[in-house]
């Protein structure tokens, strides 16, 4: 059974930092698309970065040169080190899978797995 497991998400002024980690079990990071998604009030959700086998992150352009994607493949662990917050960050942040070992498409429907989320809140 594939579970996804986010932490820590938390409230944060502009500017600051954040790490969010994704403890994924029952499955294999390294062989399939991985990623991290968003969701703000009223919003659509909103792919931020994701990667595959290739093992070459592809970033939103909303975080591009702010948010980092790293993993530990030993702990099956995947991150996301997010520097320079501003206020549009906040959301509820997933850590998300598919069954393929690529990834090929942003549409949040074509992703099987999600977990359940930790919120990211970003104040002045």
């Known amino acids: 059974q594939v579970q996804l497991m986010e932490s820590g998400g938390g409230s944060v002024q502009a500017g600051e930092s954040l790490k969010l980690s994704c403890l994924a079990s029952?499955?294999?990071?390294?062989?399939?698309?991985v990623g991290w998604f968003r969701q703000a009030p009223g919003r659509e959700r909103e792919g931020l970065v994701l990667?595959?086998?290739?093992?070459?992150?592809a970033y939103a352009d909303s975080v591009k040169g702010r948010f980092t994607f790293s993993r530990d493949n030993a702990k099956n662990i995947l991150y996301l080190q997010m520097n320079s917050l501003k206020l549009e960050d906040t959301a509820m942040y997933y850590c998300?899978?598919?069954?393929?070992?690529?990834?090929?498409?942003?549409?949040?429907?074509?992703?099987?797995?999600w977990g359940q989320g930790t919120q990211v809140t970003v104040s002045s």
């Open positions: 990667i595959d086998i290739v093992d070459v992150p």
């Open positions: 998300v899978a598919r069954d393929d070992p690529y990834c090929g498409t942003w549409a949040p429907s074509q992703y099987n797995y």
């Open positions: 029952g499955y294999s990071s390294r062989k399939n698309c």
